[in-house]
């Protein structure tokens, strides 16, 4: 790693030494972490989100008894404003574009202690 940025609580961004730029995320749930892993490798076009990927390691995550971190390509962008309304119609057109995409995936059977994404 070159250099780091925290954007907010367990939330960084972060530069290789290629100088290719990435979001190491920590999450409190490891089981919502390994849904979204299921729904990611069940993706056809990938490049309809920004899914994570494998640290250098291979490993999907890295563990630290606490928080299960993630890494994904870093994509610029900017904080979704809700009070303003051409991002609201973004948003909503976002969310409608994601769930075109995620029609008829099936995730592995649940245990239904998981939680919600």
Not at 39 to 64: H, Q, R, Y
Not at 85 to 106: G, M, W
Request: aromatic fraction near 12%; glycine fraction near 6%.
């Amino acid at each position: 790693m070159k250099r780091f940025i925290k954007i907010k609580q367990m939330i960084f961004k972060i530069e290789a030494k290629t100088g290719e730029w990435y979001i190491l995320k920590g999450h409190f749930h490891p089981a919502r972490v390994k849904r979204q892993w299921d729904f990611f490798d069940c993706m056809d076009n990938k490049e309809a989100l920004v899914p994570f990927i494998l640290f250098p390691n291979g490993s999907k995550t890295i563990a630290d008894g606490r928080v299960t971190w993630t890494i994904s390509p870093y994509r610029k962008g900017r904080t979704l404003k809700y009070e303003d309304e051409a991002d609201r119609k973004r948003a909503l057109h976002a969310t409608r574009t994601f769930h075109s995409y995620a029609k008829n995936i099936q995730l592995k059977k649940s245990t239904g202690n998981e939680g919600h994404v």
